[in-house]
């Protein structure tokens, strides 16, 4: 599978931009997909999740109310509604695919295979 994320840009502070990866190579099906993202200096972390199969959908705190991760079935696609952004959400984003725990609910959830990633930058 692969993973083309786009959206990402430049934005100020309480902006609104709409992150989306679309899958190609087979229909996904049931893997869980989800949103990580890497600031400078920092490891990669868990942002959200989506189980393919019923919606569920898993968040980290940070994000947790500000997020929106979603997904499109028909066009293979997940998607991340990123609103009252702050510039500590400034990071390189990544598309995830398969990821392994999030329903166990753990926020490290192990992922299969990753897109390339998006650079978002929050200015303040």
């Known amino acids: 599978v692969q993973l083309q994320a786009s959206g990402g840009g430049l934005v100020q502070a309480g902006g609104s931009p709409r992150l989306s990866c679309v899958a190609s190579?087979?229909?996904?099906?049931?893997?869980?997909m989800g949103w990580f993202r890497q600031a400078p200096g920092k490891e990669r972390e868990f942002v959200a999740g989506?189980?393919?199969?019923?919606?569920?959908?898993y968040y980290a705190d940070s994000v947790k109310g500000r997020f929106t991760i979603s997904r499109d079935i028909a066009k293979n696609t997940v998607s991340l509604q990123m609103n009252s952004l702050k510039p500590e959400d400034t990071a390189v984003y990544y598309c995830?695919?398969?990821?392994?725990?999030?329903?166990?609910?753990?926020?490290?959830?192990?992922?299969?295979?990753w897109g390339q990633g998006t650079q978002v930058t929050v200015s303040s």
């Open positions: 989506i189980s393919w199969s019923d919606g569920t959908t």
């Open positions: 190579g087979r229909t996904i099906r049931y893997d869980d």
């Open positions: 995830a695919g398969d990821l392994r725990g999030l329903r166990l609910g753990t926020k490290t959830p192990r992922v299969v295979y």
